[in-house]
């Protein structure tokens, strides 16, 4: 019965996120679609999202802890550099950083039925497996940076296959485009997010608190192309230094079936040449 019950509240909670998450965007689809036709209206589409996020995550109703170890630099465009373990990162982002943001995706996120071109459109993907594609976004991401808006970027390029316990390789890109411009990198470690919606097959949903970290800015005033390799590696240590040991691994699938026991395997019948060789009792 209990399982039964635990079974059924997991698909109820999963539906009650879905329709917060499907509803509020189909309601300002239409809005949506027009904002995103032309640039100038692109930093009001992403006021739109922004409330969209504050809205589905409150409707959730998990608890969410923000923590900000350093007022963020005013008026000065950062580099926000997050570990990247599930698709709610991004709504996460966009309830937490103020502001009129850019965020770099994969290619793939624009080809999602109908969200997927306003995404397109008004942020940056990239197709990490072609050097054209990786250039002309880090193209998009300097002029970002120049004209005085900030950019958040995923340096492992996907969602890590071990989340909450070791992130994937980072790239280079975000740390020599921060060189570049000479704008601070901002860690962002989000520890739990794959424990509420984990990347596996299917929609699987779970009530779980949130919780990121908006750590203190580095400087990158005066580095070098040189430098990168360094500044890569103190991200990458400081995202990793507010991982949690209790949210390791992503939640089991629910089922109301009671889990079968394995049959225990029959002891082999004793080998007659070794009885033989047993001394006698």
């Known amino acids: 019965m209990r399982r039964m019950l635990q079974y059924i509240g997991h ?24 904002l995103s036709k032309r640039p100038q209206w692109h930093r009001y589409l992403h006021a739109l999202n ?6 589905f995550i409150r409707m959730w109703g998990m608890p969410v802890e923000i923590v900000r170890k350093k007022p963020m630099p005013a008026g000065q465009p950062c580099v926000y550099v997050a570990n990247h373990s599930s698709y709610i990162d991004i709504p996460l982002l966009f309830k937490t950083i103020p502001g009129w943001l850019n965020i770099m995706g994969k290619q793939s996120l624009a080809k999602v039925p109908l969200w997927g071109p ?27 940076l120049e004209a005085g808006r900030s950019v958040v970027i995923f340096p ?32 962002v470690t989000m520890p739990l997010n794959h424990r509420f919606m984990p990347d596996v097959a299917g929609l699987r949903v779970r009530y779980s608190r949130l919780a990121i970290t908006l750590h203190e800015p580095i400087p990158t005033a ?11 590696q103190r991200t990458h240590d400081i995202i990793a230094s507010a991982f949690r040991p209790e949210a390791a691994g992503i939640p089991a699938p629910s089922s109301w079936r009671r889990p079968t026991a394995s049959p225990t395997p029959a002891s082999p019948a004793p080998d007659p040449a070794e009885k033989a060789k047993a001394p006698n009792s």
């Open 156 to 187: 492992e390029g996907s969602i890590s296959k071990t989340p909450g316990v070791q992130m994937g390789e980072f790239k280079d890109g975000a740390f020599q485009l921060a060189i570049a411009t000479g704008v601070p990198i901002v860690p």
């Open 222 to 232: 005066g580095l070098t192309a040189a430098d990168a390799p360094a500044l890569k």
């Open 50 to 55: 922004r409330v969209w996020s504050l809205l």
């Open 11 to 34: 698909r109820l909670y999963t539906t009650w996120a879905t329709f917060w998450f499907v509803m509020p965007f189909l309601v300002t689809y239409p809005l949506q679609l027009a």
């Open 118 to 144: 306003i995404f397109g459109r008004v942020y940056i993907t990239v197709d990490r497996d072609s050097a054209v594609s990786r250039g002309r976004a880090m193209v998009q991401a300097r002029r970002t």
